[in-house]
Structure formats: structure tokens, C-alpha cells
């Protein structure tokens, strides 16, 4: 299925903060920074399934609009399914994907909040071995 820009307009305005830059997975499975903004052709591919990228939750202000806690391992999307219960116990709905090495668990926020306050929301509902994101409590100015 080919998306149109007005298809994936939703999807950018709830999972993606900056939009100026993106990072590529190389074969070796690390991630390194595109260095250009990020397209709508960039992100059909990524949907097409013939390139993984990665993106930056926190906008230019220092807000996001989401999180996600990455599991990638073999028994990720079961921690991912334990988090979800937790997290629901609490009233937050927590979003559930497979990934080819786990899981994601995406959070959507209904306004955009300083990454800082949403780290020290939610990190401590993120079980050992899983990954928080964002990442850091402000963009980085690279």
C-alpha cells in the first residue's frame, strides 16, 4: 500500500517530534544520523519496509508528544504486555507493536510535554532491560 502525505500527516504529528533530522539502521544494526530533514518519501520506505529509521521525539522546543519503551530481545513483547497491564492499573494506555527484535510500547500524549517532565513521569514504569525514549531530558543541540 503506497500512503499518501495526508495518509501519514497523523502518524507525523503524533510520533515525531523533529522533523530537520532522522537516523538510518545500517546492516550492522546501529543507527547513524541522516543529517537532512525527513521526508514523506522517507518515511513510504520506512512504512514499505525497505528502510529502517529512527526518529527524534523531542521537538525544537524541548517537548514531545509521545514515548515509547523499546524491548528488543526474544521475550520483549511479553515484558512490553506486563508494563501494558501496570500501566493500564494507572489509567495509561500503552500501545503495543512487534518489532523484528521485541517490541515497542508507545504512549500518546494529548498536548506536547518537556521531555525532561515525561522522563521523570514515566521512567520509573520502565523494567530493567528496556529501553526509554526520549532518551534525555532536552534536545540535543547537534
Known amino acids: 500500500m503506497v500512503y499518501t502525505n495526508e495518509q501519514m500527516t497523523p ?4 510520533c ?3 522533523r530537520n533530522d532522522y537516523a538510518i539502521q545500517r546492516e550492522s ?5 541522516a ?3 525527513l521526508t514523506f518519501d522517507v518515511l513510504r520506505a520506512h ?3 525497505g528502510v529502517t529509521i529512527g526518529t527524534y521525539l523531542i ?8 514515548a515509547v519503551f523499546d524491548a528488543d530481545s526474544d521475550h520483549g513483547l511479553l515484558l512490553l504486555l506486563d508494563l501494558q497491564a501496570r ?3 494507572d489509567g495509561l494506555w500503552l500501545y503495543l507493536e512487534g518489532s523484528r527484535r521485541g517490541g515497542h510500547g508507545w504512549l500518546f500524549l494529548s498536548r506536547p510535554v518537556p521531555a ?3 522522563r521523570g513521569w514515566l521512567l520509573p514504569y520502565c523494567p530493567l532491560g528496556v529501553e526509554f525514549y526520549p532518551k534525555q531530558d532536552t534536545a540535543s543541540s547537534e
Do not use: F, H, Q
Open 11 to 14: 502518524l507525523v504529528r503524533a
Open 16 to 18: 515525531i517530534g523533529r
Open 29 to 33: 544494526g546501529l543507527y547513524v544520523r
Open 35 to 37: 543529517g537532512r530533514s
Open 47 to 49: 512504512l514499505a519496509g
Open 59 to 66: 521537538d525544537e522546543r524541548g517537548c514531545c508528544r509521545c
Open 87 to 89: 500501566m493500564a492499573a
Open 116 to 118: 525532561g517532565r515525561l
